[in-house]
């Protein structure tokens, strides 16, 4: 095979793998929120303590293999007095939101409405840019901020004018499921840059579990059955660790943008499996506030580089800032 040819081919497989990475690992987190919902309409399990578990036993599974595969990066973050405080603010004010604004939003509602609401973070996100650059918004993000408005509307209310279709509850663990995603998004960018994904991820997951701690330990969970346990150990494995190794694998063969837009077949997922397994019903004003809220992600992945860089200098002036 001819040397262009070669490369030509190993170019095309590495894009394949890294699609099939993100795909993948959105399918994953996808599927999490669907076992997550049985566990707690069918389980009676709790929010707080699924939350305190999940973080628990996926950050310890990934600081494990993160020792493992680079033992030399495993204690390297808590080693810098700078990076360790940035990943105690990560910790507690990116992965812990994020995590638990989501399953209240599930408990309080459904695993499709919370995935679909969660996916207003980019909103959230150059909303908090164009503060912090005082700058206004682009055409395009008024469009952008226009179809969340608009699809999150649809799908609260199902195009009714009278009232609301969720519990207010849902709609408000949802919203807020969509601003700790742009904090998560936001806060671990440099210790990302800097230090093995797998270990920033499994410290902030690890350090996030500690207030839950009375949860899973003085109020254990009564009366586990062997499928409650499978959904469990699903949710652990499959939609916390391999999802996150994925999604941040995919990135060392296709671009963010790339990613970004491969990550709407999460809510895809949630909503299909939501309405096949779980019967919720979903109607048109659903169907098309979900697509809307998901095409305003897609619109604000296209410009990604502008958008990247002026992320990246916010997190370095707010690393210097937290340094001093």
């Known amino acids: 095979m001819p040397r262009t040819e070669a490369h030509l081919a190993r170019h095309t497989n590495q894009k394949l793998k890294g699609v099939s990475f993100a795909v993948i690992g959105a399918i994953f987190w996808g599927a999490s929120g669907i076992f997550t919902q049985t566990l707690f309409t069918d389980a009676g399990v709790k ?5 305190g578990i999940r973080l628990f036993f996926a950050g310890l599974l990934l600081l494990l293999w993160s020792g493992v595969q680079e033992p030399r990066m495993f204690l390297a973050i808590w080693k810098n007095r700078h990076d360790a405080i940035l990943m105690i603010v990560f910790a507690f004010l990116g992965m812990v939101p994020s995590q638990l604004t989501y399953f209240l939003a599930i408990n309080a509602g459904n695993a499709a409405t919370a995935t679909i609401l969660q996916f207003l973070g980019p909103v959230f996100i150059l909303l908090y840019v164009a503060f912090a650059t005082h700058q ?20 609260v209310t199902r195009g009714h004018l009278t009232g609301l279709s969720l519990a207010p509850a849902a709609v408000f663990w949802g919203i807020m499921a969509g601003v700790s995603q742009a904090l998560y998004t936001l806060l671990p960018r440099t210790l990302l840059a800097k230090y093995d994904a797998r270990a920033v991820t499994g410290w902030s997951m690890l350090l996030g579990s500690l207030p839950f701690l009375p949860q899973y330990v003085l109020h254990p ?17 499959f939609g916390t660790m391999f999802a996150y190794l994925l999604v941040l694998g995919s990135l060392n063969y296709i671009s963010p943008v ?7 077949f999460e809510p895809l997922t949630a909503t299909t499996l939501a309405v096949t397994r779980l019967h919720i019903a979903f109607g048109p004003a659903e169907w098309l506030g979900g697509i809307l809220i998901i095409l305003n992600t897609l619109l604000q992945a296209l410009p990604f580089n502008k958008i990247h860089h002026v992320q990246q200098r916010l997190t370095r002036q707010f690393s210097q800032k937290t340094k001093s």
């Open 47 to 51: 929010p707080l303590w699924l939350v």
């Open 136 to 155: 206004m918004p682009r055409r395009i993000d008024f469009v952008s901020i226009t179809l969340a408005l608009i699809g999150t509307y649809l799908l």
């Open 221 to 237: 969970n009564p009366l586990l059955t062997l499928p409650d346990f499978g959904a469990i150990a699903f949710v652990i494995v």
């Open 258 to 264: 790339a990613t970004g837009m491969l990550s709407a």
